[in-house]
């Protein structure tokens, strides 16, 4: 690659194979003060008398020496017979541009990444090089549907535009909940010819925390037919509501028209009977894609997990895949995953205590191995009835007769008992619950009431 020189323009005399570089135009430097040594070839150009010109790479051979090697001339591109008048410059032509390919990534940032709502900094960096040496300038732009975001049309996620230092990209959330959402950022490397980039979905959540203002909202949802419920799952987009029970141990379906509202509500008259592996049923809950499902009581001290043809849909019976024995079987009252399936929190009432799962397949409790994690909820409650994280694994909530407990997860764990603690906060609940659900977008909790059938909503 030719070397590139910036403002260089100064007198030129000699022949090709024998150039001589003369004194700098005025507000010019000559390829010596700009940084040319012996045997750098760098890329001129050359202007004479009535519009003759010379295009071509120059090696320099001293400090105002050089040979030329002619590309283009107005003189059928052979070398010019220089005036007293020629001066040369330094350039750049088509020719370093012909096969010059677009910056690679050495690292790239996370695929995946949350905005603080606090006003704190998210970094993402990546590191590009230019195969051809032509230095490398980072950008960005966004886009979210047919939306296309630039600093002067912000996504509503951020809170200013990004700033970009070298490939590290600082990004501040917005701390309106009404902004939470998804886009897409593009951290683009140029080298002024050709770009690439890599693309990390950001997301702006604000999870759902106990604040002491929230209340028990007026709409609720009575489970019909299923007596004595022990918990209560929500699929990811509100339009299907299961209960189980261990008054006739099974687990019904229903559906909600319009999604996440409990006034909406009918009986889809479809359940699971659990009797084959469990008569005492006290947990249900479904993976991600509502092929799988689970189910754990007490009768087996088990968790039984089954799959499904068709997702969330109890009339394409599920099918025994697997049952894994608890580490310390004592009761399982409760269960959880994390949001992708790789952890399984498991709530045994027998002795008061939550303990972790590791899945080496999400979802697949054949690959659960215990984490050597528990944490002990008696401090707070004993026969504690459900289990529940917040979506980024901040806050881990436990129930037990009409109150619900909040817990911190460290900051670097989330997800994690490990160094888990009482927040000393709490919320009263309708009844005698059961169950625990957080609506996707963080706004409302639900709980189920075993005295009156009943799903109740706070928020």
């Known amino acids: 690659m030719v070397k590139l020189l910036d403002r260089v323009k100064q007198a030129v005399s000699g022949t090709a194979s024998s150039t001589n570089l003369g004194a700098a135009a005025e507000g010019f430097r000559t390829f010596n003060t700009a940084g040319a040594a012996t045997n750098d070839v760098c890329r001129y150009a050359i202007e004479d008398d009535n519009g003759a010109f010379e295009i071509g790479t120059i090696k320099i051979t001293g400090s105002a020496t050089g040979t030329r090697t002619v590309e283009l001339s107005s003189n059928s591109n052979n070398a010019l017979t220089l005036t007293g008048n020629a001066v040369i410059f330094a350039t750049l032509s088509a020719a370093d541009f012909a096969g010059n390919t677009a910056p690679i990534w050495l690292t790239t940032p996370a695929t995946d990444a949350y905005l603080s709502t606090d006003g704190s900094a998210v970094t993402l960096t990546g590191q590009a090089i230019d195969d051809s040496g032509y230095p490398v300038v980072y950008s960005w732009d966004g886009y979210s549907g047919t939306s296309i975001y630039s600093e002067s049309s912000l996504p509503p996620q951020l809170a200013s535009a990004p700033t970009i230092t070298g490939g590290t990209a600082s990004l501040i ?69 299961f209960a189980i029970g261990d008054n006739n141990d099974r687990l019904l379906q229903f559906s909600l028209s319009t999604p996440f509202d409990l006034t909406t509500g009918t009986d889809d008259n479809v359940y699971f009977d659990s009797t084959t592996k469990e008569t005492g049923p006290r947990a249900a809950k479904f993976s991600n894609d509502g092929l799988t499902l689970f189910i754990a009581g007490h009768s087996s001290d088990k968790v039984h997990q089954y799959s499904l043809s068709s997702a969330f849909d109890l009339t394409s019976t599920p099918t025994f895949v697997y049952s894994l024995t608890p580490t310390a079987s004592n009761n399982p009252e409760g269960m959880c995953f994390n949001k992708d399936g790789s952890r399984f929190f498991l709530l045994q009432a027998g002795n008061d205590t939550v303990y972790q799962y590791n899945l080496s397949t999400p979802f697949d409790l054949s690959t659960a191995v215990y984490s050597n994690l528990s944490f002990y909820t008696g401090s707070q409650t004993t026969n504690p009835t459900a289990i529940v994280f917040n979506n980024n694994g901040s806050k881990m909530f436990v129930s037990t007769t009409n109150r619900v407990y909040q817990y911190s997860t460290l900051v670097a764990s989330p997800w994690s008992l490990s160094g888990l603690s009482y927040d000393s906060v709490s919320l009263v609940v309708q009844g005698y619950n059961v169950g625990l659900v957080i609506k996707p977008d963080q706004s409302i909790l639900y709980t189920m009431d075993l005295i009156s059938d009943r799903v109740y909503q706070y928020g």
């Open 173 to 241: 959330g917005s701390s309106s909940s009404s902004n939470a959402g998804s886009f897409n950022f593009r951290l683009i490397a140029s080298d002024g010819i050709n770009s690439a980039a890599t693309t990390t979905l950001l997301t702006l959540e604000f999870p759902f925390v106990i604040t002491g203002s929230q209340s028990q909202l007026t709409d609720s949802l009575r489970m019909v037919g299923q007596g004595n419920p022990r918990d209560l799952y929500i699929n990811p987009n509100g339009t299907k509501v």
